[in-house]
């Protein structure tokens, strides 16, 4: 490699870790590889630097500095690419693993608040009482969510179905809806609903009211007699 892409190796690890990582033991290498053997340089570093593995390798060195002895960046790289090939390859076991171990670290952090929480509540330090009963229930809803996740992945909803189902009452609404807008269609002599209308043609018949029935209540009628008094 050129003196030019070492020097340019060497400014990116200095973005991603600060000197102070590497105060006391050698600095952490690199190793770029190129897609193609046309690929330019600065594309290659390009590429190397927004790796999402890379990221994270540079971020756990950093957290874990102290803490895991002489950890070497290109190993820990390729064990989180492993992972990510795993779960590309629909292999979820370790982010199970992974969200159970988190799920208990959040129920231990919760149990720690509270028993702070109690201890002033009992010394008499009602707001710190208060802050540590807040910060429990945020662990403790964290938990849930975690362990929620867990679920979904054990239990994956059945997506499909639920959107076959929905489309075809979403169809039977539609042909109802059809059928309404359709009922008594217009026809073409008189241009409006189907129904009995007036023939104009027609001569119209006067009702004539009836002598014999107007006077029959008169006739016949009821006399109407005085009770005896």
Known sequence: MSDKATDD??????????????????????????A??????????????????????TTLIRLGKGKYGGLELMPLIDALSAQTDAVIGGDLR???????AQAHTLDSIYNSLIQRAVANADAGYL???????????????????????VSAIKNPPVIGYAKQANFGVNQQVNND?????????????????????????????????????????????????????
């Open 94 to 100: 370790r982010g199970e693993a992974m969200l159970v």
């Open 9 to 34: 190796l060497d400014d990116l690890m200095d973005d991603l870790l600060d000197d102070e990582d590497c105060e006391g033991k050698s600095p952490p290498v690199l190793e770029l590889e190129r």
């Open 177 to 229: 809806s059809r059928v309404e807008k359709t009922e008594n269609p217009p026809t073409e002599l008189s241009g409006g609903p189907n129904e009995l209308r007036e023939n104009p043609g027609a001569p119209r018949i006067e009702k004539k009211a009836d002598s014999t029935l107007e006077t029959l209540g008169e006739v016949h009628r009821a006399e109407i007699t005085g009770g005896e008094g």
């Open 127 to 149: 707001k710190a009482t208060d802050s540590f009963l807040k910060m429990a229930f945020r662990a403790q809803s964290q938990c849930r969510s975690t362990w929620e996740a």
């Open 36 to 57: 193609s053997p046309d690929e330019k340089l600065n594309e290659a570093l390009a590429r190397t630097a927004i790796r999402p593995t890379v990221g994270a390798a």
